[in-house]
């Protein structure tokens, strides 16, 4: 246990820094004062529909970012999944907060900290057990953009095995906004 939070600890003191260092990059670089707020907000998100065997999965995700300048975005979103297994379901809602920073137009690296509420029941036995609880996700990503498509890999440095809703803490992403 000492060990993974000496290692979050270094994941978060360099993901401040690098945060840091942008913001103030990116105040400094600002040229069109008069701009508009709205003009620099897109939105985007991620919908997600599975069956299987006795299953059913959908979650909805919707999202908004503002750009800062052409290398660095900051934003938030929203998060709903339901799934069915046989007997057992789970419903996850949540918030979460976005920084996309892009090293070279096609290069970008995310951080993400995202809060689920989990509720889960399983069905065992004829019987039914619930667990309801919080589950904190940070996402260290990295990806390639064309515009406003970014499709990559991230991976989630709080991964908890027997809380998570996701089996593994590497997974793709494909992040589009508008």
């Not at 004829?126 to 667990?131: F, N, R």
């Not at 260290?140 to 890999?153: D, E």
Request: net charge negative; hydrophobic share 40%; no cysteine.
């Amino acid at each position: 246990m000492i060990k993974n939070n000496y290692f979050f600890s270094k994941i978060l003191v360099f993901s401040i820094l690098i945060t840091a260092f942008t913001t103030n990059k990116a105040t400094s670089q600002r040229t069109n004062s008069s701009s508009n707020f709205w003009d620099n907000v897109h939105f985007g998100g991620g919908l997600g529909v599975g069956f299987g065997n006795d299953s059913f999965n959908a979650a909805v995700s919707p999202s908004a970012i503002y750009q800062v300048n052409q290398m660095f975005a900051v934003g938030t979103g929203l998060s709903f999944n339901y799934s069915k297994y046989g007997d057992s379901k789970l419903i996850a809602y949540g918030a979460s907060a976005l920084t996309l920073f892009n090293v070279i137009p096609q290069i970008q690296l995310s951080a993400e900290f995202e809060e689920l509420r989990i509720n889960r029941e399983f069905g065992f036995n004829g019987s039914t057990i619930d667990d309801d609880y919080w589950n904190p996700a940070l996402y260290l990503g990295l990806g390639y953009s064309n515009q406003n498509v970014t499709i990559g890999l991230r991976y989630d440095v709080l991964h908890d095995d027997e809380k998570s809703i996701n089996f593994d803490a590497l997974m793709p992403f494909v992040r589009v906004y508008f």
